[in-house]
């Protein structure tokens, strides 16, 4: 059968982004036809609709994210189906970095607008930030945790043609997808007392000391007035989905590393009070479990020399923050008669 000439795609309504996967059928055409002369986008407010209008005809494609368990819930025919994997789910780490903006920040120093007090906050030090990288084993996430997607260190993924340079930085860097925890506990360690030597020249110093509650020897701040307290890591955890298995494991790794952790698990609705529109110096958090869907990045051909597009990618931090994972494959469903 040749490709129609109208195509008809469905796309889930609502949130429609700028990377979708598509649904093909089984027996869809590989072989490409003429163009087409018209692409109807019809829009669904379920999977299920998307997937089943796909099987019995009503669509050519549906260009959203489709899981096994979705497949399931909707009934579907997998024998009427093509699925074809495609990268569009990034899970990061956004990360507070905020000190003070002189010598005492140089430490880890920071002092809260809110009430004046002087805290540490461990990234600052720029150590420990790139130490999240062996601290997490990105394999075991996207293995075990979430049972798919791939290990990421950027957000130019493995089909990228950019990647064969990111990868050569990352295996100069020393990146693993297991990570290095062992390392990356010694490494952690040395900079939190490079950071004590370094607060010593203010008053300040950092010693690990047993806390009442938790009963672990934990990383402790102690002041010039003879205060102290244990240096406490906030941690906003989504709920919704996978980041909530990323961020009680991440917890768990922190406290590895001797940090007295809060899990604070939160919705959507409080994504933009509590990270986008609070005040950062105050540090009321220092992780965010983030998701994005949009993958933007500058390739620069390499005759011509010149990027073809705005932004730049960015190996490990983006604007202060660490890819984890390429999630769910997102399937593609196409009917027969439509080629890619």
Not at 27 to 49: F, L
Not at 162 to 174: C, E, F, S, T
Not at 204 to 211: A, F, L, Q, R, V
Not at 278 to 283: D, F, G, S, T, V
Request: charged share 25%; glycine share 6%.
């Amino acid at each position: 059968m040749h490709l129609r000439s109208v195509i008809v795609l469905a796309v889930l309504a609502l949130i429609i982004s700028s990377i979708m996967s598509v649904v093909l059928p089984a027996n869809a055409q590989v072989t490409k036809g003429p163009r087409a002369e018209t692409i109807t986008y019809v829009g669904v407010t379920t999977t299920d609709k998307g997937i089943k209008g796909v099987e019995t005809g009503e669509f050519d494609a549906f260009m959203w994210e489709v899981l096994p368990d979705d497949l399931e819930k909707a009934g579907a025919d997998i024998s009427k189906l093509r699925l074809i994997p495609a990268l569009r789910f990034f899970d990061v780490l956004d990360i507070n970095a905020y000190s003070d903006p002189n010598e005492m920040g140089v430490c880890g120093l920071a002092t809260r607008p809110r009430d004046g007090v002087v805290v540490f906050n461990p990234f600052a030090i720029r150590e420990i930030r790139f130490q999240l990288n062996n601290l997490m084993n990105r394999k075991y996430i996207s293995n075990e945790l979430l049972k798919g997607g791939e290990p990421a260190y950027t957000y130019v993924s493995v089909s990228h043609p950019a990647w064969r340079y990111i990868k050569d930085v990352a295996d100069m860097l020393g990146l693993r997808e297991e990570g290095n925890e062992l390392l990356a506990l010694q490494r952690i360690r040395a900079a939190m007392l490079n950071a004590s030597a370094c607060a010593q020249k203010f008053g300040y110093s950092i010693t690990t000391e047993k806390d009442p509650v938790s009963g672990r020897e934990v990383w402790t701040l102690k002041r010039p007035d003879g205060s102290k307290e244990p240096i406490k890591i906030v941690l906003l955890i989504r709920i919704e989905d996978e980041r909530k298995l990323i961020g009680d494991y991440l917890a768990g790794q922190l406290e590895k590393a001797g940090f007295l952790v809060e899990r604070k698990y939160i919705e959507r609705a409080q994504f933009r009070p509590l990270v986008r529109s609070a005040e950062p110096r105050n540090l009321d958090w220092h992780i965010y479990t983030h998701g994005d869907t949009m993958i933007r990045s500058v390739w620069v051909h390499e005759e011509v020399g010149t990027p073809l597009s705005s932004r730049p990618y960015q190996l490990l931090e983006v604007y202060g923050s660490i890819l984890l994972n390429t999630l769910r494959l997102s399937v593609t469903t196409c009917r027969k008669g439509w080629s890619r």
